[in-house]
């Protein structure tokens, strides 16, 4: 009796002896984990966004200054001007609204102003012309630093032309004193290329592109039909020049450049 209390007492301890060992040896391999290891870190929530993503150089807004020329064709732009050039300087600026991938849409606002001297029947004319658009632009972006981009702005335009009467001593004026207002709408195509600026996608701080399109400016036409203002056909000079001096019609639309720098911010 006591050698079988004997045997089975040395077989426990035995057992023991080799599943200790047997653990022990499973903690010291490479692919055993041991019991206490601790759970693998969590993504940080703010880590920063994956390379190749566009970020801040596609989401952003938007402000252009530059200048545009226009190819006017038409015969009474004559009156106030020996060529066919039309020049203007440019203001522009928008928004990021969408974005899908490399695509993107934004809301685009614009302001081009200039004026144009020359001379009619020996007499100094003048035509000052504001032109305001508001549309949607599309952009593909080939690379973070470079899109190219396509725009439909539809607006207004408003001319303002004059013609001095030197006999008269009186200014005459084409559309009134404020001018006429007509409508008017650009379709244009461009690139735009970064010019200097970090390049990590998540930076806020602003970026400087130089930019470039063409396409064609529309706009309604106006009679260029010069009297006296109301004012002045009370005064004596003012009968020599009453009749209307029809000098045909105008209409600013043909094809246009821009050429500009712009800031992303």
């Known amino acids: 009796m006591n050698l079988h209390l004997k045997l089975?007492?040395?077989?426990?301890?035995?057992?023991?002896?080799l599943l200790s060992a047997a653990a022990a040896r499973a903690?010291?391999?490479?692919?055993?984990?041991?019991?206490?290891?601790?759970?693998?870190?969590?993504?940080?929530?703010a880590a920063p966004a994956p390379a190749g993503a566009l970020g801040t150089h596609q989401r952003h807004w938007w402000a252009t200054l530059g200048v545009r020329t226009t190819?006017?064709?038409?015969?009474?732009?004559?009156?106030?001007?020996?060529n066919d050039v039309l020049t203007q300087a440019s203001l522009a600026?928008?928004?990021?609204?969408?974005?899908?991938?490399?695509?993107?849409?934004?809301?685009?606002?614009?302001w081009d102003f200039g004026a144009v001297t020359g001379e009619a029947r020996g007499e100094e004319s003048e035509l000052v012309v504001h032109?305001?658009?508001?549309g949607i632009e599309g952009r593909y972006h080939?690379?973070?630093?470079?899109?190219?981009?396509?725009?439909?702005?539809?607006?207004?335009?408003?001319?303002?032309?004059?013609?001095?009467?030197?006999?008269?001593?009186?200014?005459l004026h084409a559309g009134g004193e404020e001018g006429?207002?007509?409508?008017?709408?650009?379709?244009?195509?461009?690139?735009?290329v970064q010019l200097y600026g970090v390049t990590r996608a998540d930076s806020r701080r602003a970026r400087l592109w130089a930019l470039l399109e063409g396409g064609y400016?529309?706009?309604?036409?106006?009679?260029?039909?010069?009297?006296?203002?109301?004012a002045d056909e009370s005064s004596e000079a003012a009968p020599r020049r009453m009749a209307t001096l029809d000098l045909g019609e105008l209409a600013l639309r043909g094809g246009t450049v821009r050429l500009a720098v712009a800031g992303s911010f």
Not at 9 to 14: P, S
Not at 93 to 110: E, F, I, N, Q, Y
Not at 131 to 134: D, I, N, Q, V
């Open 180 to 192: 006429a207002w007509l409508p008017a709408a650009d379709a244009t195509l461009g690139g735009a």
């Open 217 to 230: 400016g529309w706009s309604g036409s106006t009679e260029l039909q010069f009297r006296p203002l109301a």
């Open 71 to 82: 190819l006017v064709r038409s015969a009474g732009y004559d009156v106030f001007s020996e």
């Open 131 to 134: 032109r305001l658009t508001a």
């Open 27 to 45: 903690e010291g391999e490479p692919g055993g984990a041991p019991a206490s290891a601790e759970a693998p870190p969590q993504a940080d929530a």
């Open 8 to 17: 089975g007492a040395a077989a426990l301890a035995g057992a023991t002896f």
């Open 93 to 110: 600026g928008g928004r990021t609204l969408l974005v899908v991938d490399r695509w993107s849409v934004v809301a685009v606002g614009g």
């Open 142 to 171: 080939v690379f973070p630093q470079l899109f190219g981009f396509g725009r439909l702005s539809p607006g207004a335009l408003r001319v303002s032309a004059t013609l001095a009467d030197s006999v008269a001593g009186l200014t």
